[in-house]
């Protein structure tokens, strides 16, 4: 069983930053890719970035330029620096990873509200 643990959540004012982290633990072999979807309520679900084990990332659009995502291997931990914060950007953001073989685990979440 694999555990993903989030933390850095919370309240901030537009224009504002807040840095998400992920850690993993459990039964992990080998993490191809890491990353953060966020969901507000009565949207869909959106990938926000992911960062693989070259350390290759992605971007949702709407965060470009002002989410900046990374990893550190040896702690199994991901890493999301939101800066730059619209209240567009609040939601419930989940981190994930695939290990190599296609098995996917997810966080529980963490709330980001963003103030106007």
């Known amino acids: 069983q694999v555990q993903l643990v989030e933390s850095g959540g919370g309240l901030v004012q537009a224009g504002g930053s807040l840095r998400l982290s992920c850690e993993a633990s459990?039964?992990?072999?080998?993490?191809?890719?890491m990353g953060w979807y966020r969901q507000a309520p009565g949207k869909q679900r959106e990938l926000v970035a992911t960062i693989a084990s070259d350390g290759r990332t992605n971007y949702a659009d709407s965060v470009k330029g002002r989410f900046t995502i990374s990893r550190d291997n040896a702690k199994k931990t991901v890493f999301l620096r939101m800066n730059s914060l619209k209240p567009e950007d609040t939601a419930s953001y989940y981190c994930?990873?695939?290990?190599?073989?296609?098995?996917?685990?997810w966080g529980q979440g963490t709330q980001v509200t963003v103030s106007s």
């Open positions: 994930f990873i695939t290990q190599t073989g296609g098995r996917d685990s």
């Open positions: 459990g039964n992990i072999f080998s993490i191809n890719v």
